[in-house]
């Protein structure tokens, strides 16, 4: 019998073509202008329920309705819906619908301690009620309540009111960030931002409003809107129902908002998602979303839409982090512990953030929680982390400190390559915050982070790199309709190399990149139909690209000095999200960005008509101490319209234009840890795309599925490639190595999202092509002769299937499956001799594409026993990554020698690994 | 305590983990083959030179697809020029004499193909060359893939120095020579009458001289050197492998060294680059060679090779007996094994060569290969003694 519900399961897991059914009390309704009586005697027939009502309250009104299946609270909820009446549970099988907001039935001990919704006056007074779990029973999120905002008896002159509410995590007291807070009634809403805000306005009077967000479960609201004022909401961590609905909010965000390809997901939520040698990683997650690729396990970073590694910022609570690697790689620099949500921004890029074409990695770490002391730990077969947590003063401040480390570097001893098994290596990073909240007009935030990398391959090079920084950030509310925020970042990346391959040409360098920001942004609620966002940044770039300096007697190599560049990036930027009509809404902004390219420095000048090379050097500039070198600027015009088509309907278009001003040294198919980032200067300018979004999305809601179609088109010039054997080491003249092109990538982005129920996950197919063309007007100007060529990352099919089941509270089992186009590469096409020994012709730039890549992964999670009282609650988590084995080729090689050729496959996963983690907290299950 | 150790235990299980490296075979349509190759690398030094002019053949079973019926000259910046001839397919040649080789001049190379496509280069000039002050090597130990895995042998070096401006790039041609002897043993003979009988002496080439040349490219830039410093190049490893017994008896290395211009040096930089194993994790985009002939009437027509006028210096170093290293030969080589006497052959296979050996106690003729008193049919050697030896 066991063996059978096995078998079940596991058929669902691969399969996201059989949907869960939910059990629940659900009924079939169908009224066309009937009574209440028929629906409630539609109801009762159903479910055995029994619901109390003063049938003189619906006298005279008629109802439609035609669901199948449906909830029955959602059902009530929906009739009851703007009568002024509401209904509270009365027990397991009864009902009652009165005109009050809630049943008082005086139960204060209860009461206090269970509450979960409360809310405030314009101060810290609350305005609304305590929760009364004690009749809801198990299912809180289907009960209305109601929270009242404002004062009684204020009369608005404008007719509106602007509502900020603060969406918490109840357990924990951290914000929520990405939750929609939706009016049922109008369908208008907003997302709450990164410190759990959310600002809408509202006509006076009631509303019915619902908070998602993934991972929480909905909270269902009546709210009673007077003035302008504040509310406080407190979420509940979604426990996982299987008899019930979760509708999320996210599915709801991209009907309402005018957001196109971002992606926000809370770690929570992601727990089942099977991973690579137990760590949970953000980036390789977000590469089993549509539009994102990269160019194998081993490889740093992302490619999003087509575009290069080096055109995405990662931020952590707005610190920008440089190499997000760890170990070749293989694991990314952020500790998924600390981690509470991550958004994507892919195709509309708020005005707020710049300076890379591709995207916006917004990663935010959790606050800390303001209640009380916890920790957590986990051991993977590669590292070790440790998480503590907790209020400095409860309610008010908070701090978190995270740290993570391998234990081992055994990994690189398993493989078969040689060299590889012959390195060592070793990580750690750290993360610290402290979270300080005096009142509830002031939120103060610190945040520290460093990662560090040292590895030995073979004995052929030594490297190391670390990124590192510090974040300061001061919230203020200085009235429910303006928000302002202050934020400071400094951040660093270096790295040095030691490279003996060569003993004649042994070197060591050393490279060091610094980011000091400043960023004020300022958010505005004039009145219910706009809210608008602006501010300003400042950067202050500082690089030294460092010495090379030869290593070893035997090294004849000349010490030759990269040089140092600095720069100041500015941007002043403002948005408005306008919603012209209750179908119509708009979001309109601009950046403008300032750049200049601060001495001193000395730049040459070149021969017209010939190659930049040392020999046709004429002439030379010097630009004094911050005297400007190169300077440039330009606006950033940021648009996008969403027409809805019905409540789970809509329509979408943005156009969408970034400028970079720094870009990657590579000539690597992957990056590599001795990549320097370099700014754009007097030869080379800066980088810009244009991107243009039309979007199709629907949301099945009874299904719980959400389904979306983004095509896109993004052009991109300037960017930079690398002459043919291009070495920025041995001249600091980056510009005698470098040619500048066009990227052209379009796509289609189909995903399918399922949300309710056992089986979740989703199902990504992305159609997409990106090419380059460098083509000046002379030929040593050009490459690949001129002609177009896909770029080394251009995938032109991609299916990503992650499904996830739920067998109970205990265990669950998550599956991943991968299909990629396999990338362009440079194949030879024939031998040629010369002095009677055979060489290869590589014929054009990545005409030919490695074997496609496919794999699956399982997982199997297993919770702890679910026991209240105790002191620890452990975690199991076991993987299997590429459970098929199959190689998936990273890249493909030739070795000639006299008389043939052979081609070789490198993959560098050539079986199936099994991984067992553990993962331990303080308290029991629900503990957070 | 114990759970949280067996639980520590099964957390680093883990069944295998191991990147893979498998052959990989190219569609063959995506092959493409005839692409002309001109390999016309010229030096200041008189005689004879030579051209090669080929066309680009298939990955798999390749061969050299020589150009016959070509013309090729060789055109100074004066205008005078020197007309090669033919001397088998695809290998054009020119006795040139001291007075058209002149360093500083320039010279440029026109070839017409069969089909009447006309081929020029760029001019390359003439560029001198440092003399070599010395050659001689070093005993050291090579580490492989690791510390246990690991060899003796020697590495050679030259010295030069980088006294003259005009100096920009150099390239090495090597050609590696040494003595190879056969293990000293009474030698049989089956021939064609069916007798066994002892070799004679005079058919026993006991003693040969193997010459290759080196196929690995070396080349160095000088641009990014101080002026004046006294360059130590070293050259590859040469294993000491009792098998091939290079260092055994005598070991010559001989050394071309030639000057050659910033485009030059970058071919055979590139060149080096695309002939060298790749495969790792950063991969490096392989580059499309340019070469610095072009089809006069097509620009965009690629060609493969390239044209260079180079200064040339040579050398050569011996290493002999080199001390701190086993000179011992590799015991096994030519052991006979399969037992004789012979039985039935067929006249076609004989000669056959048989040495004694002890089998079960008992003196028996064994058979050997025919290099194993025939050191002249062990690659590509000779039994003349070279004149420099």
Redesign the interface.
């Known amino acids: 019998m066991k063996i059978h519900k096995l078998l079940w399961v596991f058929f669902l897991f691969f399969s996201l073509v059989s949907m869960a059914q939910e059990n629940g009390e659900r009924v079939n309704i169908l009224i066309s202008d009937g009574d209440f009586d028929n629906f409630v005697q539609q109801i009762e027939s159903q479910s055995g329920l029994h619901i109390y009502y003063n049938a003189e309250w619906f006298s005279g009104r008629t109802f439609s309705y035609s669901e199948d299946s449906v909830d029955v609270e959602e059902a009530i909820y929906d009739v009851l819906n703007g009568t002024g009446l509401h209904f509270n549970r009365l027990g397991p099988k009864r009902l009652i619908i009165l005109p009050q907001k809630r049943l008082n039935m005086q139960l204060p001990l209860m009461a206090v301690s269970m509450g979960s919704y409360q809310a405030d006056k314009m101060g810290d007074e609350y305005l609304g009620v305590k929760d009364d779990l004690f009749l809801t029973g198990t299912r809180p999120e289907q009960i209305s309540r109601t929270i009242e905002v404002g004062k009684r008896g204020t009369s608005l002159t404008r007719g509106v009111a602007r509502v900020k509410g603060k969406l918490l995590n109840l357990e924990t007291g951290e914000p929520v960030m990405g939750a929609t807070m939706v009016d049922l009634g109008s369908g208008k809403g907003s997302v709450s931002d990164q410190n759990g805000n959310v600002t809408m306005a509202l006509k006076p009077g009631t509303h019915a409003m619902r908070f998602s967000f993934i991972g929480m479960e909905n909270v269902n609201v009546t709210m009673e809107v007077f003035s302008d004022g504040d509310f406080r909401v407190e979420m509940h961590p979604a426990v996982i129902a299987l008899d019930e609905v979760q509708i999320l909010g996210e599915q709801y965000r991209d009907i309402n908002t005018t957001d196109m390809g971002v992606e926000r997901f809370s770690m929570n939520s992601l727990k089942q998602v099977p991973v690579f040698m137990?760590e949970r990683d953000v980036i390789k997650i977000s590469r089993l979303l549509p539009g994102i690729t990269s160019a194998g396990e081993?490889?740093v970073g992302v490619n999003v839409r087509g575009g290069n590694v080096d055109q995405n910022i990662f931020y952590i609570n707005r610190l920008p982090v440089y190499n997000t690697s760890h170990l070749?790689?293989f694991f990314s620099a952020f500790s998924s512990d600390i981690i509470r949500d991550f958004s994507i921004y892919k195709g509309s890029v708020p005005v707020n953030y710049g300076g890379r074409l591709s995207s916006v990695f917004n990663i935010l770490t959790r606050k800390g929680n303001n209640k009380s002391f916890t920790a957590h730990a986990g051991?993977?077969?590669v590292s070790a982390n440790v998480t503590v947590e907790g209020p400095v003063k409860k309610d008010h401040s908070s701090f978190l400190l995270s740290g993570r480390s391998s234990y081992s570097d055994w990994?690189l001893n398993?493989?078969?390559?040689?060299?590889?098994?012959?390195s060592d290596a070793f990580f750690y990073d750290f993360a610290g915050s402290l979270n300080f909240q005096p009142n509830t007009k002031n939120v103060f935030n610190v945040f520290y982070y460093q990662s560090y990398d040292k590895f030995r391959y073979s004995?052929l090079s030594d490297y190391e790199y670390a990124n590192g920084g510090v974040s300061v950030s001061w919230e203020k509310y200085i009235s429910p309709a303006l928000t302002s925020k202050l934020t400071g970042t400094s951040s660093f990346y270096d790295f040095a190399n030691t490279d003996q391959s060569e003993?004649?040409r042994a070197y060591t360098h050393e490279y060091m990149l610094n980011h000091n920001e400043v960023l004020a942004e300022i958010q505005w609620v004039p009145n219910m139909n706009h809210k608008v966002d602006f501010g300003s940044s400042l950067i202050f770039y500082r690089l030294d690209r460092g010495s090379v300096e030869p290593y070893g007697e035997?090294s004849?190599?000349?010490s030759?000095n990269l040089g140092k560049e600095q720069a100041l990036e500015g941007a002043v930027f403002i948005s408005d999200n306008v919603d012209l009509t209750d179908w119509l809404s708009l979001y309109a902004g601009i950046r403008y960005s300032l750049y200049t390219m601060l001495g001193p420095q000395t730049v040459m000048l070149y021969e017209e008509g010939k190659p930049k090379?040392?020999?046709t050097i004429v002439d030379s500039l010097e630009c004094g101490k911050s005297e400007s070198v190169s300077s440039n600027s330009g606006p950033e015009f940021r648009t996008a319209i969403n027409m809805k088509a019905g409540p789970n309907t809509s329509f979408k278009l943005s156009f969408n234009q970034m400028r970079q001003y720094l870009f990657m040294l590579s000539?690597?198919?992957?990056?590599?840890p001795t990549d320097q980032w370099k700014l754009a200067d007097y030869h080379i300018d800066p980088q810009s795309s244009y991107q243009l979004t039309g979007g199709f999305y629907h949301i099945f809601s009874r299904l719980g599925l959400s389904s979306s179609v983004e095509l896109y088109y993004k052009y991109s010039k300037d960017i930079v490639e690398?002459k043919?054997?291009a070495d920025f080491i041995?001249?600091p003249l980056t510009e005698t190595v470098v040619l500048q092109g066009l990227q052209n990538a379009y796509g289609a982005e189909f995903m399918l999202q399922k949300t309710l129920g056992r089986l979740d996950g989703w199902i990504s197919y992305t159609l997409s092509r990106s090419e380059m063309l460098v083509s000046g007007d002379n030929?040593f100007e050009s490459i690949?002769?001129g002609n177009p060529y896909p770029s080394?990352f251009d995938r032109p099919h991609v299916l990503n299937v992650v499904a996830n089941y739920t067998i109970n509270r205990r265990f669950s089992v998550g599956s991943n499956l991968v299909y990629m186009s396999g990338r362009p590469v440079?194949?030879?096409?024939?031998?040629?001799?010369?002095?009677?020994?055979?060489?290869?012709?590589?014929?054009?730039?990545n005409?030919?594409r490695i074997p496609d890549y496919f794999r699956i992964d399982l997982s199997l999670n297993i919770e702890g026993n679910l026991k209240a009282d105790k002191f620890m609650h452990?975690t199991?988590s076991l993987n299997v990554y590429n459970l098929l084995g199959r190689?998936n080729?990273?890249?493909?090689?030739f070795?000639?020698n006299?008389?043939?050729?052979?081609?070789?496959?490198?993959?560098?996963?050539?079986?199936?690994?099994?991984?067992?983690?553990?993962n331990v907290k303080l308290g029991n299950y629900e503990s957070h | 305590m114990n759970r949280a150790f067996l639980?520590?235990l099964?957390?680093?299980?883990?069944?295998?983990?191991?990147?893979?490296?498998?052959?990989?075979?190219?569609d063959q349509d995506?092959?493409?083959?005839?692409?002309l190759?001109i390999?016309a690398h010229l030096t200041d030094e008189p005689g004879y030179q030579s051209i090669?002019i080929?066309?680009?053949?298939?990955?798999?079973?390749?061969s050299?697809d020589p150009v016959a019926g070509a013309y090729a000259e060789i055109i100074r910046e004066d205008g005078e020029f020197c007309e090669f001839t033919e001397e088998k397919p695809g290998w054009y040649v020119y006795n040139f004499d001291e007075e058209f080789l002149q360093t500083g001049m320039s010279y440029s190379l026109h070839v017409i193909a069969p089909d009447g496509k006309e081929y020029e280069s760029e001019f390359d000039r003439i560029r001198p060359v440092p003399d070599i002050d010395s050659i001689y090597f070093e005993v050291e130990t090579a580490?492989?893939?690791?510390e246990s895995d690991s060899t003796e042998g020697v590495r050679f070096f030259i010295d030069f120095t980088y006294d003259d401006a005009d100096f920009e790039c150099l390239r090495w041609?090597l050609t590696e020579t040494y003595e190879f002897h056969n293990p000293d043993m009474s030698a049989y003979i089956l021939d064609v009458d069916f007798k066994i009988r002892p070799l004679p002496d005079t058919s026993n080439y006991r003693v040969c001289y193997i010459t290759n040349?080196l196929?690995s490219i070396h080349s160095m830039t000088l641009?990014?050197?101080?002026f004046g410093?006294y360059?130590?190049?070293?050259f590859g490893f040469v294993s000491n492998d009792q098998l091939e017994q290079k260092l055994k008896h005598k070991y010559s290395l001989y050394v071309k060294q030639f000057s050659l211009g910033?485009e030059a040096f970058?071919y055979w930089?590139?060149?080096k680059?695309?002939?060298q194993?790749?495969?790792?994790?950063?991969?490096?985009?392989?580059?499309?060679?340019?070469s610095n002939i072009h089809n006069i009437n097509d620009?965009?027509e690629?060609v493969?090779?390239f044209f260079s006028m180079s200064g040339v210096t040579e050398c050569r170093g011996f290493a002999e007996k080199p001390e701190g290293l086993d000179l011992s030969l590799y015991e096994y080589y030519c052991m006979p094994v399969v037992k004789g006497p012979p039985g039935p052959v067929s006249r076609d296979d004989l000669p056959k060569y048989y040495a004694r050996a002890f089998w079960d106690g008992e003196s028996v003729y064994a058979e050997i290969n025919k290099h194993c008193v025939d050191c002249r049919e062990y690659k590509k050697s000779t039994h003349i003694k070279p004149d420099y030896w």
Not at chain 1, 414 to 422: A, G, H, K, V, W
Not at chain 2, 12 to 18: A, L, N, P
Not at chain 2, 277 to 290: H, I, M, N, S, T
């Open positions: 137990g081993a490889s070749f790689g051991i993977s077969p990994i398993q493989m078969e390559d040689p060299l590889i098994r012959d004995k003993i004649s035997a004849i190599r000349n030759v090379s040392e020999n000539n690597t198919v992957t990056i590599s690398y043919d054997g041995t001249s030929e690949n002769n080394n440079t194949y030879p096409t024939s031998l040629y001799y010369i002095n009677n020994v055979a060489y290869i012709d590589y014929y054009a730039r005409q030919f452990s199991w190689n080729p990273q890249s493909i090689y070795v000639p006299e008389y043939f050729i052979k081609g070789y496959a490198f993959s560098v996963i050539g079986a199936p690994i099994f991984t067992m983690s553990w | 639980i520590l099964l957390t680093v299980f883990v069944s295998c983990i191991q990147g893979c490296i498998e052959r990989y075979y190219p995506d092959l493409k083959t005839g692409t190759v390999n090669e080929s066309r680009s053949v298939t990955l798999i079973h390749p050299l580490s492989f893939e690791t041609e040349d196929p641009k990014y050197l101080d410093i360059i130590r190049k070293s910033e970058h930089n590139e060149l680059k695309t002939s194993e790749q495969g790792f994790l950063f991969d490096r985009q392989p580059a499309l060679l340019k620009e965009q690629i493969l090779g």
